[in-house]
């Protein structure tokens, strides 16, 4: 038989000065191959238009419908209630800038972070239309692929809780992303400036290794063994420095 799925879902306007942090609960019959976007949608049109939340591709690769679900941070698109208790509760990700209900502003602090790990192939190459690009190896390649999957959905950043101790920590998707240009063969920048840029307590000394990025990545991406590999690379290129 169906369920009558409970919601309790966070509401707060930071814009509205009468507007407080608060819960509330709304009821709603489960249908089949229901997601929470699915349900969150009813909910706005049948029951509260005021509702916030963020979506916009709901195929799990945007990212913007980030939540957390009893407790977890992840994405609303591709949550299916059936695997869910009939009573769910629905907040806002942590870290980020609230914007209202269930909707936050993740979009600023990538762009901040990707300012500062410098998130662009360094190359004195001027480009030329007419000339083919030099081939990259398929290995390579595939390990490249595999970081760019990244949806910047930031659900690691919210699971971390290094970065919800320190604001100014790169976190998962940060470092991700530096290890992405680090085996890019097209990057010019040396193993001394990257270590400049995260060879600190703000990039790779900074995480306590409690691995929720990576339990909680919604496309499975091994942030951790990003990290160990970002380490050992560092490790390995500081020491000819001190000659």
Same mark, same amino acid.
């Given at each position: 038989?169906?369920?009558?799925?409970?919601?309790?879902?966070?509401? #707060?306007?930071? /814009?509205?000065?009468?507007?407080?942090?608060?819960?509330?609960?709304?009821?709603?019959?489960?249908?089949?191959?229901? =997601?929470?976007?699915?349900?969150?949608? *009813?909910?706005?049109?049948? &029951?509260?238009?005021?509702? &916030?939340?963020?979506?916009?591709?709901?195929?799990?690769?945007?990212?913007?419908?980030?939540?957390?679900?009893?407790?977890?941070?992840?994405?609303?698109?591709?949550?299916?209630?059936?695997?869910?208790?009939?009573?769910? =509760?629905?907040?806002?990700?942590?870290?980020?800038?609230?914007?209202?209900?269930?909707? !936050?502003?993740?979009?600023?602090?990538?762009?901040?972070? #990707?300012?500062? !790990?410098?998130?662009?192939?360094?190359?004195?190459?001027?480009?030329?239309?007419? /000339?083919?690009?030099?081939?990259?190896?398929?290995?390579?390649?595939?390990?490249?692929?595999?970081?760019? *999957?990244?949806?910047?959905?930031?659900?690691?950043?919210?699971?971390?809780?290094?970065? *919800? +101790?320190?604001?100014?920590?790169?976190?998962?998707?940060?470092?991700?992303?530096?290890?992405?240009? $680090?085996?890019?063969?097209?990057? /010019?920048?040396?193993?001394?400036?990257?270590?400049?840029?995260?060879?600190?307590? &703000?990039?790779?000394?900074?995480? +306590?290794?409690?691995?929720?990025?990576?339990? !909680?990545?919604?496309?499975?991406?091994?942030? &951790?063994? /990003?990290?160990?590999?970002?380490?050992?690379?560092?490790?390995?290129?500081? $020491?000819?420095?001190?000659?």
């Amino acid at each position: 038989m169906p369920r009558n799925l409970t919601f309790n879902i966070f509401r #707060y306007n930071p /814009q509205d000065p009468a507007s407080v942090p608060h819960m509330d609960t709304f009821v709603l019959g489960e249908t089949d191959s229901m =997601t929470l976007f699915i349900a969150l949608g *009813r909910i706005r049109e049948e &029951q509260d238009p005021s509702l &916030q939340f963020d979506f916009c591709c709901r195929a799990g690769v945007c990212g913007s419908c980030a939540m957390v679900i009893n407790g977890r941070p992840g994405l609303a698109c591709n949550t299916k209630v059936k695997d869910l208790p009939a009573e769910i =509760t629905l907040l806002p990700l942590p870290f980020f800038k609230l914007v209202g209900d269930l909707s !936050v502003d993740t979009g600023t602090w990538f762009r901040e972070m #990707y300012q500062r !790990v410098e998130s662009w192939v360094h190359t004195e190459r001027v480009f030329d239309p007419a /000339q083919e690009e030099e081939r990259m190896d398929n290995d390579t390649a595939n390990r490249i692929y595999e970081l760019d *999957r990244c949806i910047e959905c930031g659900c690691c950043i919210a699971a971390c809780g290094t970065a *919800r +101790m320190r604001k100014d920590f790169l976190g998962a998707a940060g470092l991700n992303r530096l290890a992405r240009f $680090l085996i890019d063969p097209r990057d /010019q920048r040396t193993e001394r400036e990257y270590f400049e840029l995260i060879g600190n307590d &703000q990039g790779i000394f900074g995480c +306590m290794g409690l691995l929720a990025c990576e339990d !909680v990545c919604p496309k499975r991406l091994p942030l &951790q063994d /990003q990290l160990g590999f970002l380490r050992r690379k560092m490790a390995l290129s500081v $020491l000819p420095w001190k000659k």
